[in-house]
């Protein structure tokens, strides 16, 4: 009579030892964070990548049970941000806000640097992206995309674009399309977003390829036109302006995107939590708010992808550095 209770004992026996040994792995997960997380971010306070970082870190916080606290380290055009978090623990408490021009430091800084772009890194998620929008002036008045191309290719190597200066990533965005289009253009390098704007505007220089964050107010008042945005599909805050492709240029894609990563080697089930955390984020609609007032959308490409998309950038940027000639002190 006692045989089934022996049976039924040795199988709680069986199930009792499996969760004991399962026990450290899903505390570990249900732990993180115990602590303050830090997110590192290569900008001055105020700019675009940091008001993603802050607006993240709220929501991180909030969600996650612990502060997130932003700590801004700019310098070396990010290259001192990225440092410290490639060289962080792999415990994730140490994250890094990155933008576009992190895929771009392989290109202008390898010889400095003493980190991967790519493999120093696990890349969580993409969260914001600001699609690059071609702009032109008073100095070109061509309604269209087709319109810009048929002036350009008119004049060869005659006509202007400003960019925030070499090795930017406007410069970059400019140099695809003219590679993409068979064109030649005049760069114009300016020392920061504003002056180019500006200059845009008086009539100095004939277009821009810049994020639409930078030019939507001069755009939404008349005094710049907008002939294409290159994004997979048209911005909600420019519903009325068609993507390069839309517009007859293949293939053509130059978003900046804002994403977070943590050091490589950073466990799995903190990787998980943290792109968990990162596409609630982007999807939250005071999120999506937050973001169009800046001339952004929210996005998340998380992962592998989100890893695929930072290798090809590299690549990409990279072979277009060497093909330009790009020297960087």
């Excluded at 005049?186 to 002056?195: D, E």
């Excluded at 390069?244 to 990563?261: P, T």
């Amino acid at each position: 009579m006692s045989h089934p209770s022996h049976q039924l004992l040795f199988a709680m026996s069986i199930l009792a030892a499996a969760a004991l040994l399962a026990a450290p792995a899903s505390a570990q997960t249900a732990a993180y964070p115990t602590k303050p997380v830090r997110i590192v971010v290569g900008f001055s306070a105020g700019g675009p990548t940091d008001v993603v970082a802050r607006a993240f870190a709220d929501f991180a916080s909030r969600s996650l049970g612990q502060p997130f606290v932003v700590d801004n380290k700019p310098g070396a055009n990010t290259i001192l941000a990225a440092e410290a978090v490639a060289s962080a623990p792999a415990d994730g408490y140490t994250l890094l806000v990155g933008a576009t021009n992190h895929a771009m430091i392989p290109a202008l800084y390898s010889a400095r640097v003493k980190f991967d772009a790519v493999r120093s890194f696990a890349p969580i998620c993409t969260v914001a992206v600001s699609p690059t929008v071609l702009v032109v002036g008073p100095a070109m008045q061509t309604p269209t995309l087709a319109a810009f191309l048929q002036q350009v290719k008119a004049k060869p190597g005659q006509r202007t674009y400003a960019t925030p200066g070499t090795g930017s990533s406007g410069h970059f965005a400019s140099e695809q399309f003219t590679r993409l289009t068979g064109t030649t253009m005049n760069h114009i390098p300016y020392k920061g977003a504003a002056q180019a704007v500006t200059d845009l505007v008086g009539g100095q220089v004939d277009s821009s390829f810049a994020t639409l964050g930078s030019v939507l107010p001069q755009v939404q008042s008349g005094k710049l036109t907008a002939l294409a945005v290159a994004s997979p599909q048209r911005s909600a805050l420019l519903p009325k302006v068609p993507t390069f492709e839309e517009a007859g240029v293949k293939g053509y894609s130059a978003d900046a995107w804002y994403g977070l990563l943590a050091p490589a080697g950073t466990p799995p089930a903190i990787v998980a939590a943290l792109e968990k955390a990162a596409q609630a984020f982007a999807q939250a609609p005071a999120t999506v708010d937050k973001l169009r007032g800046l001339g952004m959308d929210a996005r998340s490409v998380c992962g592998t992808s989100f890893g695929t998309q930072l290798q090809r950038e590299v690549q990409s940027y990279s072979r277009i550095a060497r093909e330009l000639d790009l020297k960087t002190e």
